[in-house]
């Protein structure tokens, strides 16, 4: 088949759905197919731009490239989705949560009681609804997701769980004495809340923050705002083999962001056998970090992440045996079968 992946690119940004894009092309082919990405620049920076956005992923004509047919089109996340082909699917990383689960909280620009603002938001939907009844078939990256697509817009979807690209890398466990935090540096990643917790620790247990992003700047001050310059590393971009050393080498992994649709973090915690702290609200996080079996659940507030990371920083035994779990837990989570569905029908 001549398969054609379409992924969303914000200028400037990467992160793990840019990484799904370019491993499920890597499958696709090896699979034996042909297969390209095709990816569109995404800017809700205004709701013109927005829109426009959309406008540009529905006027994209894909049925035939280079005097061939397109066989099959994958869509990811919105708005590619909103492409035209008749034989379209989507593996669904997520919607424009701005429209949905973020509508009205400071994770979006996007207010509801703005009238401009509605009617986006309206728009949105609408074209969520029609789009996404015209594919083929419509799986999505996990339950998580798949809950909030039967929600709001009443449609059902088969979860795939994709695996994290570094998991096959990681070697035997070592046990370190600090905590990693593995993300963007955006708001709804909630690194602000681990450093207030480094704040309120009893043991002085350190951590490194490993990403890049937007909220950078405010990190740091509130590092130098609590005083804590000298347990808190800003580790930057790092490469995959230094990303694999720290895995390996610390004792837990901090990963509590907001409603997050999935988290290779977490499996590639778990594949470094470490376990993850994590907050009950958390979303996809969730399906794989239970209390006290394969990490530690809190509530999203400083006191009690400071008291999950101090009971693991005092308890090693307790660490290994979380992280093993979380190991085995997730081993399964592989490519196969993926490609064969996608592909289907």
Known sequence: MRVAILGVQVPFARGGAERLVEELRHEVETAGHEADVITLPFNDVTRTALLASCAAWRALELRELHDAPVDRVIATKFPSYLVSHPAKVVWLIHQYRGAYDFAGTSYTNLQPD???????????????????????????????????????????????????????????????????????????????????????????????????????????????????????????????????????????????PFEEDYGYVTLEAFGAAKPVVTARDSGGVLEFVEDGITGLVTAPQPADVAAALDRLAEDPDLASRLGAAGRERTRTIRWDGIVAALLGG
């Open 114 to 256: 703005r009238v401009t603002d509605r009617a986006a938001q309206d728009a949105i939907v609408a074209m969520d609804r029609r789009a996404l009844a015209e594919c083929r078939a419509v799986f999505t990256i996990s339950p998580t997701v798949s809950a909030r697509l039967r929600r709001f817009n009443g449609i059902e979807s088969r979860p795939l769980h994709p695996p994290a690209r570094l998991v096959d890398r990681m070697g035997e466990p070592r046990q370190g004495d600090f905590v990693l935090a593995v993300s963007r540096l955006e708001r709804n990643k909630r690194l602000d809340l681990l450093i207030e917790a480094m704040a309120r620790t009893r043991t002085g247990v350190s951590c490194v923050i490993a990403g890049v992003g937007s909220q950078s700047e405010h990190l740091r001050f509130l590092v130098a705002e609590h005083g804590v310059e000298s347990r808190v590393r800003f580790a930057g971009a790092v490469s995959d083999d230094e990303l694999v050393r720290l895995y390996g080498e610390c004792r837990a992994v901090f990963f509590a």
